[in-house]
């Protein structure tokens, strides 16, 4: 490729996708959802492609690169002006924790596991699940967290911790969908044994019937039971 080709490619290159990036808007990539960050991915190798590959035309570069962000222009009008339309397109957000409850059919939805919604917990700088009275997976693939308000009432397996004494540095998973975590039992020096007894005493039979369990700093178990669903 002689080298005012290249340097007009790069020009053609670097303008256009400057005035396509104007047209399409000012969205922060925080805001983007999968669909617009892919896109965006895919006009950015466009752009690569029309200013190294030399068997790519000019023109076809620019059409392609056109075309593209026409087609992500369009999909973002539907978005904006039909609520059906942009419910298929986006998605909706999923309710994963509700009344501090875990919705375990939305996480099977988000495709999230609990370890994976853990992180983003504690990204939220929350580390305890007992702390979660609402906990929402949006589109753009973040979580928005509302905690428990302090004082009130207290439910079986869930207890205020602010005026307990603390045993343990921070809350530990040991039960995962029906699974006990053998070795964060053993890190807190707790058997197996101690915790079946603690779960009859919640009035738990069977391991299998606990979606999530934690050990709280006070030394308290937080239970989420599964969600049991009968057809008829």
């Known amino acids: 490729m002689e080298l005012h080709t290249l340097i007009l490619r790069i020009t053609l290159g670097f303008f256009v996708l400057f005035l396509l990036t104007r047209i399409m808007?000012?969205?922060e990539i925080s805001q983007m959802t999968f669909f617009n960050f892919v896109s965006a991915i895919a006009i950015g190798e466009i752009a690569a492609s029309l200013v190294v590959d030399h068997k790519l035309s000019i023109r076809n570069g620019l059409v392609a690169?056109?075309?593209?962000?026409?087609?992500?222009l369009l999909m973002s009008y539907i978005d904006i002006k039909s609520v059906n339309a942009r419910k298929f397109l986006v998605g909706e957000p999923l309710i994963l924790?509700?009344?501090g409850k875990i919705m375990e059919q939305a996480l099977r939805k988000g495709r999230l596991d609990l370890d994976s919604f853990r992180a983003m917990l504690r990204q939220k700088d929350v580390f305890?699940?007992?702390d979660v009275e609402y906990a929402i997976f949006e589109t753009d693939g973040k979580i928005s967290v509302m905690k428990k308000e302090s004082g009130e009432p207290l439910t079986k397996g869930d207890m205020n911790i602010e005026n307990?004494?603390?045993v343990y540095p921070l809350p530990t998973?040991?039960?995962l969908d029906g699974n006990i975590n053998i070795e964060n039992l053993k890190s807190l020096h707790l058997s197996t044994d101690w915790l079946q007894q603690e779960l009859l005493t919640a009035g738990v039979n069977s391991v299998s019937?606990?979606?999530?369990a934690e050990i709280q700093p006070d030394g308290t178990l937080f239970i989420d039971r599964k969600i049991h669903i009968y057809h008829h």
């Open 97 to 99: 924790v509700k009344q």
């Open 173 to 175: 998973a040991v039960i």
């Open 25 to 27: 808007g000012r969205k």
């Open 164 to 166: 307990r004494k603390k």
């Open 209 to 212: 019937d606990v979606f999530y």
């Open 128 to 130: 305890s699940m007992a």
């Open 65 to 72: 690169l056109s075309g593209w962000s026409i087609y992500t």
